[in-house]
């Protein structure tokens, strides 16, 4: 069993920059890939990047130049840097951590095994 709590979301304003954090309890983390979703108000939960235990990486093509996902094995912890912000990447964000996953379904939240609670991103115009 693994437990994972992020922290790091809050109110920015567009332009601005988040660094979440996702922290891992229970289990060794190094062998899970580790995913980042969001769910916006009425919309479904997306991908939005994610990592595995050898550093290979894929990000949603809406993120991509402006997040940056990384780890810390050591810590137990993964994060998630959001360069340039924008109004419509408000949502709550999830850290996910997955035992099996391949690259034709990184981006499936249901192929993840632990979810943290989530972590609300706001980002003003």
């Known amino acids: 069993q693994v437990e994972l709590v992020e922290s790091g979301g809050g109110l920015v304003q567009a332009g601005g920059s988040l660094r979440l954090s996702c922290v891992a309890s229970?289990?060794?983390?190094?062998?899970?890939?580790v995913g980042w979703f969001r769910q916006a108000p009425g919309k479904e939960r997306e991908f939005v990047a994610n990592?595995?235990?050898?550093?290979?990486?894929y990000y949603a093509d809406s993120v991509k130049g402006r997040f940056t996902i990384s780890r810390d094995n050591t810590k137990n912890a993964a994060y998630l840097r959001m360069n340039s912000l924008k109004p419509e990447d408000t949502a709550v964000y999830y850290c996910?951590?997955?035992?099996?996953?391949?690259?034709?379904?990184?981006?499936?939240?249901?192929?993840?095994?632990?979810w943290g609670q989530g972590t609300q991103v706001t980002v003003s115009s």
């Open positions: 990592m595995w235990s050898g550093g290979s990486t």
């Open positions: 996910a951590a997955a035992t099996h996953i391949t690259s034709w379904d990184y981006h499936n939240s249901g192929r993840y095994d632990y």
């Open positions: 229970g289990r060794t983390f190094n062998n899970y890939a």
